[in-house]
């Protein structure tokens, strides 16, 4: 049973006090030196790395958005040039096609004119050895004829050759 | 989850029977102790409140349950010199009590008293069971019951250690001062040791393991440790703060340890911070801290504050320095107020079983009042454990906010 209703607690004693000064000094110097600071100093070392990583990302981060607007931009003008160049493979063919048709065109010309010139020789020869013929046939009628109507007769006959050289044969 | 909170209650169920065994037998037994020639020594009612004054108060052994486990004693007598002997040389009884006097030492109720007459023997000498209560002066001068022993048939008066409240609260100075290992210094030994260890360690670890996320203690700590850093060292002291981050650190981590030791159950309940000495260390400590380190603007302030007219100053300055010494005052008072009341309550609790159930007399009344102070303690140390956080939070917290007020700049 208990009998001391005393309050002791209250009452500070010699001996706790000094051996809370001792304990707690030992404390605040041992665990003070050896382990809060070096924690506040890791503590404070992580969170400059962690804010410095985290800059480090953005800064990343924009130079990634920089190079792929580059990236764009570059695929953009490859896409140009690409449309250029096919335009102009295409104009080149056009042309080529235009320039072969002319050019076929105007042999086709050369040769109907050819054509054309050499029919014309032909013709030309035809009807003078025509013309000869029917000359040297109309002779020989009229020369039949005139010989048996009209032998000898010179006004006859020029009248027949003047007759001759009036017949055109075209 | 479930599980451990239907473990924690059945473990505070069997701790808070274990210790309704252990005052099972303080019960009066018919058996008689009286035979020393001094009649019986004394066998009173139950009383809850001078049960908790027992359970809280600093004690020269270390009682776990029913073991004791004894301690250093370091006394000091001016007559007669140093003391050194273990208190297991008293052989105490389930309270406390010892059997042998050492030295004209004898253990009463777990605190060390000695016996006045200077022709008691010097030797270890029995004394059987004790206290027989009487009238006499105490360290006061005040007429009120103190224990005696009893050697020889003949009563001896006793008297208790020294203490520093120089009469005001019952105590004075006496004939021996104690310097024991008491239980409260082996507390505080403890919690050095497991926070050295703990702390050391997890500095290391963040050492080891620089670069990489917090693990095991390391993380569990380490917002305990941000929240003091930046909740109450960075706002109060500003660009000094880490010169006083230690002390910080040291005054919160030491007074939160000893607060949550207190609360283990089966470790001995140990009242540290609940006892004044200890309060009164830490505020006279942060005293020192605060005013070693004013600054010129800080006494400008306190003994003639600028900016206000002269016959004001002859009121603001002697309250300004009451001030000085109120605030460390109201530190010291808090912190032990709280705690003390904290363990006296969960005492209490424990005490109704034996209170309703008339000491074991009533056993369904017992059992009955066991369950219902099970979870009234439950309730009681779930509040215990948030005021353990909060009395070395706002101690810290004000220490910070008196270290700011002293070494801030001028800025007028």
Known sequence: ?170 | MRRYILGFVCLLCFSIFSIAQEHGHEQPTAEPHGDSGCGEPEHGEFNPGETAFHHISDQNIYSIGPFHLPLPCFLYAPDKGWSVFSSGRFHADAHGNGHMAVDGYVLVEGMVRRIMDAGFPAAEVEVGHHPYLQKAKGADGKEKEIPFVCYNSQLYQTEAKSTADGGLFGGGITSFYDFSITKNVVSMMLILALFAWMFISIANAYKKRDGMAPKGVQSFIEPIFLFIQDEVAKPFLGHMWEKYLPFLMSLFFFILGLNLFGQIPFLGGSNVTGNLAITMVLAIITFLVVNFNGNKHYWEHILWMPGVPAWVKTILTPVEILGVFIKPLTLMLRLFANITAGHMVVVIFVGLIFLFGKSGENAGASYGTAVGSTLLTLFMMSIELLVAFIQAFVFTILTASYIGAATEEAHH
């Open chain 1, 1 to 170: 049973m208990i009998f001391l209703a005393e309050f002791s607690v209250i009452r500070p004693d010699f001996g706790l006090l000094f051996w809370t000064t001792v304990i707690f000094l030992l404390f605040w110097f041992i665990i003070g030196k050896f382990a809060f600071r070096p924690i506040a100093e890791a503590l404070k070392k992580r969170e400059s790395d962690i804010q410095n990583a985290l800059d480090e990302a953005k800064r990343v981060r924009q130079e990634m958005a920089n190079l792929k607007a580059e990236n764009e931009e570059l695929l953009a003008q490859a896409r140009e040039e690409r449309a250029k160049i096919l335009k102009e493979a295409k104009d080149a063919g056009n042309n080529l096609v235009e320039e072969a048709k002319n050019k076929a065109k105007v042999e086709a010309q050369k040769i109907v004119a050819n054509a054309k010139e050499q029919i014309e020789h032909q013709k030309m020869a035809a009807i003078v050895d025509l013309k000869n013929q029917v000359g040297a046939i109309s002779l020989e009628i009229a020369e039949k004829v005139i010989r048996k109507e009209l032998k000898g007769d010179a006004a006859q006959e020029s009248y027949v050759n003047g007759l001759v050289k009036d017949i055109k044969l075209n």
